[in-house]
């Protein structure tokens, strides 16, 4: 006698609902609101193995062979908001960021030493290089100052929640930010500051280039070219970032 394919209550229901959503869109009215939009309309993966299959008496079967990206939980933990040195971080609309930017980790494709960090400003990627030929890739924004310098450095220090002090070019530019200069003291910490949760700054040679990567409340200019600022990061990615790089970690922006 043959074996029935077996049929999950959930894809069941997947499969029917897709008829009546259909008939819904077809109509151009909803009164669902925009974030339960894109959850119900977040794109599926499938695995076609599992799908029509003819199955076996007795054979253990998963019990849906769709369903919402499993890495979806854990990057909703990545970005949620968190509490940090006093002040509460946001969390992060991360689907509607480009997922090739989210914090993840990938093979090495440099070779440099493990703990060197290399800022890909043509595709918009900071590298930390690990070990075992493997990497931490996060996505970056970058400002008219981030694509100013390249080469070899070493973070010189690094500094949690930082003041900012906008170069005298950019007072001269926009004197409205004069007083946040450095006879001024800079701007305070804080959720508003351009600097984000966290600095680390760049030297060559024994100089300070400038160049900074730092942290951003400006989520939504990761994978971006903006206006000014240096290498931004997403605020939860330069907090993580900033725990795994060492005092005078090497540098290369290429």
């Not at 794109?43 to 079967?61: C, F, I, K, T």
């Not at 609309?93 to 440099?110: C, G, K, L, S």
């Not at 680390?200 to 989520?219: C, K, S």
Request: glycine residues 10%; aromatic residues 10%; charged residues 20%.
């Amino acid at each position: 006698m043959s074996s029935l394919p077996v049929l999950s209550r959930r894809q069941f229901l997947r499969t029917s609902g897709l008829a009546i959503a259909s008939a819904g869109l077809a109509g151009c009215t909803s009164s669902m609101n925009t974030d339960r939009f894109r959850q119900e309309t977040m794109p599926v993966y499938r695995n076609p193995a599992l799908e029509n299959r003819w199955v076996e008496p007795g054979e253990v079967v998963p019990e849906d062979p769709v369903g919402l990206p499993p890495q979806d939980a854990h990057y909703a933990d990545v970005y949620a908001a968190k509490e940090d040195g006093g002040f509460l971080v946001p969390a992060v609309p991360y689907r509607q960021i480009d997922p090739r930017f989210y914090r993840q980790e990938v093979a090495d494709p440099f070779g440099e030493a493990p703990g060197t960090i290399v800022v890909d400003t043509a595709d918009r990627y900071l590298y930390l290089i690990g070990s075992g030929g493997r990497a931490t890739r996060y996505g970056v924004g970058l400002g008219r100052e981030g694509f100013a310098w390249s080469g070899r450095g070493v973070i010189q220090w690094k500094q949690k929640w930082p003041r900012w002090t906008p170069p005298d070019t950019m007072i001269a530019r926009q004197p409205v930010l004069a007083k946040y200069s450095a006879s001024n003291g800079g701007m305070p910490p804080g959720l508003d500051n351009p600097l984000g949760s966290r600095a680390l700054y760049i030297f060559q040679n024994g100089q300070d280039t400038l160049y900074r990567v730092h942290g951003t409340p400006e989520w939504q200019s990761i994978g971006k070219a903006v206006s000014s600022g240096c290498v931004r990061m997403i605020n939860q990615d330069v907090i993580d970032l900033y725990d795994r790089v060492r005092g005078k970690a090497p540098i290369l922006v290429i």
